[in-house]
């Protein structure tokens, strides 16, 4: 297409970073970018930046109601969060609703609002972030995480499956070990981390350049393909 307009959500990320600097090196399109503080991350041209609190189901929900008639032709999820202590015998209600409404829900309902306009102008591409190790039971710890990632395989298959004859396409991208602020937080210490690099068959962290990548070509590269998880963990999971 001659130009588009792209949403990413959870632009303050490591890979959104990266991400934003793959785009930019061969399209112009305006993107739209949210992040959860008011702190400015990006000062380029055509690129917006708005604050947006996906654990507010009303700032959301208004947020939505905004993007719905702006015609945005790429979606790209990037926004999760997880505590580190998050252990399914610890639960609680405030527990579970954060993790859903980061993880899960927030992005479920910014979908609601963009896929009649995609449908109508017969074209858009979504890509969603899963986990590697939600099919496989998840970390002990970080159980409420694990739980609403899992519901985005489900939701990426829901989409292709309703959504593909519309000229809509949807994946998801299910990084493992990657050396983000992300994992250095909920792994807490360099040597936590190191120690589990020796479990990954590849030997090391992926980055979150190797995981912008793979965004990228099935965001913006592709034509055909619909409805998969994009595995990226140095075959971490099998």
């Not at 896929?115 to 979504?126: A, C, N």
């Not at 590697?132 to 694990?146: L, R, V």
Request: charged share 20%; glycine share 8%; hydrophobic share 35%.
């Amino acid at each position: 297409m001659d130009e588009g307009l792209i949403l990413i959500t959870g632009g303050n990320s490591d890979i959104a970073r990266c991400l934003v600097k793959a785009i930019r090196q061969e399209l112009k399109w305006p993107i739209m970018v949210t992040n959860n503080s008011q702190n400015i991350s990006y000062k380029e041209k055509n690129i917006e930046e708005v604050t947006l609190d996906c654990n507010n189901r009303q700032e959301v929900e208004a947020f939505s109601h905004t993007v719905k008639g702006l015609g945005i032709s790429h979606y790209i999820q990037l926004q999760g969060n997880s505590w580190s202590s998050d252990y399914l015998d610890t639960q609680s209600f405030e527990s579970l609703d954060y993790h859903l409404n980061v993880n899960c829900l927030s992005t479920i309902m910014i979908l609601r609002f963009l896929l009649p306009t995609m449908k109508l102008s017969k074209f858009g591409r979504i890509c969603l972030m899963n986990t590697a190790s939600s099919e496989h039971g998840g970390g002990e710890s970080n159980f409420g995480y694990g739980l609403a990632k899992h519901t985005v395989g489900y939701t990426i298959k829901y989409l292709a499956k309703y959504y593909t004859s519309f000229n809509i396409l949807s994946n998801c991208v299910s990084p493992g070990l990657i050396e983000t602020k992300f994992h250095k937080r909920i792994k807490r210490t360099v040597k936590q981390i190191e120690n589990r690099a020796t479990t990954v068959p590849l030997g090391r962290p992926g980055t979150p350049q190797e995981v912008a990548d793979l965004i990228y070509h099935i965001t913006f590269k592709n034509s055909s393909i619909s409805g998969e998880n994009f595995k990226i963990d140095g075959a971490d999971f099998i």
